[in-house]
């Protein structure tokens, strides 16, 4: 059984950088068939995915385009866990944090590799962020 | 404004079927899957369907999923009180990544 248990302060001050991590137990951050996500939630913007990071061969990470330029998401095998950074924070940076794994699987078609993806189905419990002064 | 269109609510009274439609484009749902999620009170969303109407393992066979061109539809029958949560869709977007609906809040009369 899959869990993920994420960490992390739940305070910080304006231009700060906000730092979360998820711990996975019951499967491995470099599985060649998952992808680790991070998402948030808030009542301004809803459900929004803020990015992943995955394992084929090498490390790949997808971000957001609206937080592209301050988003990190890193792996750590080391301890079977990956992490959110997100800097120069803002209040409308207030919202629940969300670690997340998607499945998938691929299959070649000739000389391609195609990916099918099987939707976010273990979810961290949440962290609360307030981006206050 | 989310990219993918839901309306903010929807009603049913035990025993109805209900659907919640989502809208997107041709960069998101018009070339890519769609999963709902469904999130009560509280906690985290879970996922409900996948692969525009694949059922996860332990989903009640009441919920199914379709999709049309820009267009996908999560569809409950034999509606319960306990269907009553927030429920969203999500798709790939081949120009901005992952995007979620606005989400549809659903009440059971």
């Known amino acids: 059984q899959v869990q993920l248990q994420q960490s992390g302060p739940g305070l910080l001050q304006p231009s700060q950088t906000l730092s979360l991590t998820c711990v996975i137990s019951?499967?491995?951050?470099?599985?060649?068939?998952?992808?680790w996500n991070w998402i948030r939630q808030s009542p301004s913007r809803g459900l929004e995915w803020l990015g992943r990071t995955y394992y084929r061969s090498q490390w790949y990470n997808d971000y957001a385009v609206s937080v592209k330029s301050r988003i990190t998401i890193n792996p750590d095998t080391s301890k079977n866990q990956f992490s959110l950074q997100l800097n120069s924070v803002t209040p409308e940076d207030t919202a629940v944090y969300y670690c997340?794994?998607?499945?998938?699987?691929?299959?070649?078609?000739?000389?391609?590799?195609?990916?099918?993806?099987?939707?976010?189905?273990?979810w961290g419990q949440g962290t609360t962020v307030t981006v206050s002064s | 404004q989310s990219v993918l269109t839901q309306p903010p609510s929807a009603s049913g009274t035990p025993g109805q079927r209900v659907t919640i439609s989502c809208s997107g484009s041709s960069s998101n749902i018009g070339r890519n899957t769609v999963n709902w999620y469904q999130q009560l009170p509280g906690t985290a969303p879970k996922l409900l369907i996948h692969?525009?109407?694949q059922r996860p393992s332990g989903v009640p066979d009441r919920f199914s999923g379709s999709k049309s061109g820009t267009s996908a539809s999560l569809a409950i029958s034999g509606l319960q009180s306990e269907d009553e949560a927030d429920y969203y869709c999500a798709a790939w977007d081949d120009s901005l990544n992952g995007v979620f609906g606005g989400g549809t809040k659903l009440t059971v009369l």
């Open positions: 019951g499967d491995s951050v470099s599985s060649n068939s998952a992808t």
């Open positions: 997340a794994r998607e499945g998938y699987s691929s299959r070649w078609y000739g000389p391609r590799r195609y990916y099918y993806y099987y939707g976010m189905d273990v």
């Open positions: 692969s525009n109407d």
